[in-house]
């Protein structure tokens, strides 16, 4: 895609965090969002900063739990009767679960695999279709994690590889798309740390997922970052975030990875896994 403007973008997660971040950026650029979220206090707060901002009426914001198909199709229905062609599809909705993964229970499994990885995928089989259907092209962001790539830390055993899963499903999908010489870019997002509200998103756990867990006990540490030499900030604003996706889907980046002070956990993770394929190491 050449530019956003005027193009319909979709955006699961997008009445706060890093959802509202790209939201912003978009409308900025003059594309028409939707933003769907699970939390009806955030969706209202956005709709009015969007009146704040001036695109209020280039904005959509709809209730989503992105887990519902029935309920993900009706979004979408929705926002392209009101707004026009889907074009832009942004897979932001997740759940920062943390705990030892030596402890997890079914449901904690259930909960951050049915949010982070099947909620992509219905985003994907649901938001694909339609921009494949109208030949206008397009452009779809998944939004994994920066630890999808880094070296195993503390209390990331669920989180880490739903967000890894995220990063092989758009490079898969890159490649299919391409092979049919579709007009369809790709983006998997993997931010590091980004000021949002992810350390609360125990309190929308679903209550059939409410058990007893580690993984709901919040006074217990979720991983510490990577060292940090310099001292400086690592956390970045969303909206920055937001400016930097618009910028990957305009240049059909396939990744785009907030913070490369994190490269160190990177290839330390990688020098494990070519060690492991050079010769000598398998046996006789």
């Known amino acids: 895609m050449e530019t956003v403007s005027g193009a319909v973008a979709f955006v699961t997660g997008g009445a706060g965090g890093i959802g509202l971040g790209i939201a912003r950026a978009l409308a900025h650029a003059g594309a028409k969002v939707a933003m769907v979220d699970i939390q009806d206090d955030l969706l209202a707060a956005a709709r009015d900063l969007a009146d704040e901002e001036g695109w209020a009426d280039r904005c959509l914001a709809l209730r989503l739990d992105v887990t519902d198909r029935p309920g993900y199709k009706a979004a979408l229905d929705e926002t392209e009767a009101r707004l026009g062609p889907l074009r832009i599809l942004v897979n932001n909705a997740g759940v920062g679960i943390a705990g030892p993964v030596d402890e997890a229970t079914h449901a904690d499994w259930d909960w951050g695999v049915g949010v982070n990885i099947l909620g992509v995928a219905n985003g994907v089989v649901e938001g694909v279709p339609r921009i494949k259907a109208h030949g206008l092209g397009g452009h779809i962001v998944n939004v994994a994690s920066e630890g999808g790539i880094m070296s195993a830390r503390l209390t990331r055993g669920i989180y880490n590889p739903t967000k890894a899963a995220v990063i092989s499903l758009t490079e898969h999908l890159r490649v299919e798309l391409e092979e049919k010489g579709l007009d369809i870019g790709t983006t998997v997002l993997c931010p590091g740390p980004v000021s949002t509200n992810i350390s609360e998103i125990e309190a929308l756990r679903p209550a059939e997922y409410r058990v007893a867990s580690p993984f709901r006990d919040r006074n217990r540490p979720h991983g510490a970052l990577p060292p940090n030499p310099t001292g400086e900030?690592?956390?970045?604003?969303?909206?920055?975030?937001?400016?930097?996706?618009?910028?990957?889907?305009?240049?059909?980046?396939?990744?785009?990875?907030?913070?490369?002070?994190?490269?160190?956990?990177?290839?330390a993770r990688h020098r494990g896994i070519e060690a492991a394929m050079a010769p000598g190491y398998l046996p006789d």
């Open 233 to 267: 900030n690592y956390w970045l604003d969303p909206l920055l975030v937001g400016q930097w996706t618009v910028h990957a889907i305009v240049n059909n980046r396939l990744y785009l990875i907030t913070h490369p002070q994190f490269i160190d956990s990177v290839k």
